[in-house]
């Protein structure tokens, strides 16, 4: 097609469509296509978007949070601050911002409200437990 960029780009919304729609498979083969395209263009943040979502899709790479950022991320998704975080957890505000950051940047959110929404809708957290 001679478009190589955006074709890259139109297989990782493809891929987080199929993701959204339950398709994993089809997700996961989208998104490597992208990634490699990337990866051949030299185009990095593109490249790392969509190792963050490859992440989010082979459970096989393990747990995407870890079981504090897990932790963390239910209390955000109960509408807690950073300073009522640091409280109920014992760790300094400054640790629960950079797990919050940590947590954005994994499950790839602009917001704290996208990420708990995400994490709920993905199974990632379970919005009921205690916390």
């Known amino acids: 097609?001679?478009?190589p960029y955006p074709m890259a780009r139109i297989r990782l919304k493809t891929g987080r469509a199929?993701?959204?729609?339950?398709?994993r498979d089809s997700a996961r083969t989208e998104?490597?296509?992208a990634r490699d395209g990337f990866r051949a263009l030299g185009a990095e943040p593109d490249r790392k978007a969509a190792e963050t979502a490859l992440r989010r899709l082979d459970p096989r790479e393990g747990a995407l949070l870890t079981p504090r950022q897990s932790e963390?991320?239910?209390l955000v998704a109960r509408g807690l601050t950073n300073r009522e975080i640091a409280a109920?957890?014992?760790?300094?505000?400054?640790t629960v911002d950079r797990h919050v950051g940590d947590i954005l940047t994994r499950v790839d959110?602009?917001?704290r409200a996208a990420a708990a929404a995400f994490a709920v809708a993905s199974g990632l957290i379970d919005a009921g437990g205690p916390g």
């Open 1 to 3: 097609m001679g478009a």
């Open 18 to 23: 199929c993701e959204m729609l339950g398709d």
């Open 31 to 33: 998104t490597e296509i």
């Open 72 to 74: 963390v991320l239910r």
């Open 88 to 94: 109920r957890l014992g760790i300094s505000e400054r």
């Open 109 to 111: 959110a602009p917001t």
